[in-house]
């Protein structure tokens, strides 16, 4: 048995040889001038283009970004303590390519297209990873909802497939979080998820797996990583790496999620490779073209028309600043760039306000349009009552006298405040979204104290999911709320109520 | 170092050869060619001629090399 097997991989590897057949190359070449940081100086290769792979004596990669009549600028890819001066280069006459396909889901790969999890990897389509954005003409309206699974978003900040939103917010304040619940509710809308981690510890990228793994989200998920010990350039191809392997899935007709973790991180792999290469700098030390680098990423996200497939990218950015600062080079930058921002404060998250959701900062520029109809119905004020609370809050602060409307506001700001707050990784279906709001907007949580609200959420879905199953998944399934299913969810709802008293 | 011919060999050559190699390229572009002749063991067998920033790579390490990428892939 063994045999046979080891007769026919003998065979083929032979078959494989003989169909060999060498052509003699000419190629043109450079030579190492000198090799700084992972920057390299060549002399030579005088008709290269921007962008081309070159290849380097041994095994090492390089990116060619710079052409001057003294030589080519490139940075390295990749470690290589080969590369010395006196080095012979070549032009490989391509720009950088990555695998894409299906075979990638479920997959850890580097931005080289190298896989992480120490399985094979056979794959053979390529993508170039800098590519055109789609155009004016091949882009459709957005127009359907992209459900994050997070009450506090798809009820206020609503997202589209194929917008642009962006997530900032200081360290530590639930950013990554945000974007993992959104991946994580995607695995029964049958979307595919694109999770670049962009000079990140590699314990956190080990995290984000491990969650996704047991959430179950990592069979329909690519991860693509380069972790902080890469080098810039490694870190700088990652987004473009990603961005390829998702317009893959995109340009099929799928529906894709990406989650660029984070730009912040790009900027500052790009400021070093701008200033190892010598060019000049501006505003807090970044090269002209930081904001290109953005736009130039984030413009290739979009809603295909029909007669392409009608796929769509969703990219969800995310950018760190410093002490609240959102108007930083960077932030505002990719604000500008995106369709929206969801913006998260540390003092909410302390607060125990988790996601730590800033309401009157964050926007959805498309989503509004996108959103379903069920939540669309019930979701109409949420966001001016939420403000009226936050306002009247910080006066009541005060111990003045309150009259009794006054009292009811600030109760019912209460309550939404902890029905909008959620356990990192816990999704809820569109149905339930809908039911907590409908049963908000009857005041059924006035009577609860405030510490039990939560726990009685809970009890009342589970009572929703006993009692009328068909009704909720009639709604997950059409995303209509009909006056029938109003109906008998609000009964429900009272009934439930009722017996908890 | 780009502007300078090299011709590295690798194995056995004699004069004639390099003689040979020599005129060969200068046939083929068209102009007198002198070259640096260095023996460099690495390329394994075979030479390869560095002429006005082109490579024209005639040796068994570049075989092996394609080789190995062709068969891998």
Redesign the interface.
Known sequence: MIGSDVKSVASFLNS??NE?E?K????????VRSCTDDIVQI????TISYGELISFDGDAYGLALEMSENGVGAVLLGKSSKVVP?C?V?GTGRVANICVGSELLGRIVDPIGRPLDGLPLKVDKYRPIENHAPTIMQRSPVNSPMQTGLLAIDSMIPLGRGQRELIVGDRQTGKTAIALAAMINQKKDDVICVYCAIGQKASTVAQVVHTLTTEGAMDNTVIVSSTADDCASMQYLAPYAACAIAEEFMYNGKDVLIVYDDLTKHAIAYRSMSLLLRRPSGREAYPGDVFYLHSRLLERSAKLSEKLGGGSMTALPIVETMAGDISAYIPTNVISITDGQIYLESELFNAGIRPALNVGLSVSRVGRSAQNSAMKDVSGSLRLELAQYRDTAVFAQFGADIDASTAHLLARGERLTELLKQRQNDVMSLSEQVAVLLAYDKDMFINIPKKSVTAVKKQMLEYLEQNCSSTMHAIDMSGKLSESDRNVINNAISDFFARTK | ??NENVLKLAGEFTDEDIERIRSGFSKMLGRDIRFKVVRDESLIGGFSA?IN??????SIL??IN??QR??TD
């Open positions: 494989r040889i060999y060498y003699p190359k000419v190629c043109e070449y450079g030579v002399d030579g290769l005088s006196g012979i070549r | 170092m780009v560095f920033g082109k490579i024209y790579d005639a570049a075989r394609d080789m062709q068969l």
